[in-house]
Nanobody
Framework: QVQLVESGGGLVQPGGSLRLSCAAD????????MRWYRQAPGKKRELVAA???????NYIDSVKGRFSISSDNAKNTAYLQMNSLKPEDTAVYYC?????????WGQGTQVTVSS
């Protein structure tokens, strides 16, 4: 069983920045990579960004150039740096990873972008 603990959400004005963190209780990101998802009220959960075990990254079009995913393997922690935030980025953000046995999810952290 892998535990993922997220932090860093909150309320921010449009144009502001937040950095989300996802701490794993073991060495998993460097082996399997990880992903950030988000779910807005009344909408399906969507994949926002992903980082592979080799460090390659991918983003959905709506966050390209504004969000940056990274991983500090020595700390077993991954990050999502979010800049130039927009009201449509408001959602609960979840980190996700997997091993050969299962998928694992964090508890979610609320990000609200509003003036």
């Amino acid at each position: 069983q892998v535990q993922l603990v997220e932090s860093g959400g909150g309320l921010v004005q449009p144009g502001g920045s937040l950095r989300l963190s996802c701490a794993a209780d073991g060495r998993i990101f460097s082996i399997y990579g990880m992903r950030w998802y988000r779910q807005a009220p009344g909408k399906k959960r969507e994949l926002v960004a992903a980082i592979s075990s080799s460090g390659s990254t991918n983003y959905i079009d709506s966050v390209k150039g504004r969000f940056s995913i990274s991983s500090d393997n020595a700390k077993n922690t991954a990050y999502l740096q979010m800049n130039s935030l927009k009201p449509e980025d408001t959602a609960v953000y979840y980190c996700n990873t997997n091993n050969q046995w299962s998928q694992y999810w964090g508890q979610g952290t609320q990000v609200t972008v509003s003036s």
